[in-house]
Structures are given as structure tokens and as C-alpha cells.
């Protein structure tokens, strides 16, 4: 009788410590996926901010080669990275689209849908100049394997760079750049954001000037999430 209820401790000691051994090792399994994808999402989050930051400098050169910036702040010249028409959706390297149109939009109004002029003056938070806001136009657009020199890096990363007029101008006419010496006169105002797999996504901005001897100079660069 002793014998059988010793066994039967036993036994039950016996599950009890499998199913303890199942549950530490669930758990690590969980813990080692778990600091595996934080590890990727930390990857590529400066992956992206590079991206970023490598599409910003390729458009300041860009902007050096650019006589007039009226016909960049209007919308009439652009970069040389653009992948074909400046709308529609772009297919991204995880399957997910990007929509050019939806990135210019909630850069100018903050929503998904075509802006009106009543929106794009409007004084927010963000945008409290009024008839100086922004106006931000597509100046680059396209995969940052296509930024870099032939066979530098293939990237998994899309880049997409606005340009707009200084909001410290005060002419309100954010489609002209100023004249001396007015303020704001000489200086751009570019957003270079990069779009990569699982959501990962950055945004740098760089206000650039024009220097006297007319090639342009970083004034500022601010990294954005």
C-alpha cells in the first residue's frame, strides 16, 4: 500500500517537473524570439536612418546643380533619382505600397487626401505660418541602391525627399523663394524620409542656404522618427 502511494508521488513529482521543464522552455524560446526581433527592429531602424540621411545629401547635391530654386519650390524641376511620374503607389521590399501622393499630403496637412488651399494655409501646432507654410513639392523619389554609385549597396530601403520654401519668409508666396534681403531669402527646407521592411521608416530634416559664392550649405539637420 506504502509501495503503490510512493509511486504515485513520484509520478505526479515526475509531470510536475516536465511540465515546469516545458514551461522554462517555452519561455526562453519566447525570450529569444522576442530579443531576436527587437534586434531586427533596432537593425532596421538605423538602416533607415542612414537611407535617409544618404538620400538628404544626394538631393543638397542636386540642389547645388540648380540655378533657379523657384522651379524647384514649384515643382518644375526635380532631382535625377525619381523612378517614373511623381504620384501613384510604389510597391516596398516587405509587399506593402507606398503611396507619393499619401506622403505629400501629410506633409502638407497632416491627412491622406488631396489638400486644399484652405488646409495648406491653415495655422496648427505644426504649420503655424498661415499663407508661409510650407508647400512641400516631391524632389526625389526612388530606392536608395539608385542613390548611391552603381554596385555601392543594394538596399532594401525606398527614399523619398520634399522640398519647400523657408516658412520664415514673409511674402506668401511659398511657391518663390525671397529676396535679400528678406528673411528666409536663399533658404530650402528639404524632408528626406526612408521606407523599409517590417514598418521601419525615419525622417531627417535639413534646412540648406545658398552661400554667396552660390553653392548651397547645410544650416540645419534634425533626425525625426
Known sequence: MNTRRSDGVVLIAVLLLTLLMSVLGAALALMASSETAIAANFRNSQEARYAAA??????????????DWNQVLDGTVRSSVADGAPFGTRLLSD?????????LSLANCQRTTVCGDAELDAVTTERPWGPNNPRWQ????????????AGGIDSAYYTV????????????????????????????????????PRGARRTI???????????????SWREMR
Open 205 to 219: 530634416d535639413v534646412t540648406i542656404a545658398r552661400t554667396n559664392a552660390g553653392s548651397p550649405r547645410i544650416v
Open 161 to 196: 525627399v520634399l522640398v519647400a520654401d523657408d516658412p520664415s519668409e514673409i511674402d506668401a508666396d511659398p511657391s518663390r523663394d525671397g529676396l535679400p534681403p528678406s528673411p528666409g531669402a536663399g533658404v530650402v527646407e528639404l524632408r528626406a524620409q526612408a521606407f523599409g
Open 95 to 103: 509587399g506593402s505600397t507606398l503611396d507619393l501622393g499619401q506622403v
Open 138 to 149: 516631391l524632389f526625389s523619389y526612388g530606392w536608395l541602391r539608385n542613390v548611391l554609385p
Open 54 to 67: 544618404a538620400a538628404a545629401e544626394r538631393a543638397v547635391v542636386d540642389l547645388a546643380a540648380t540655378v
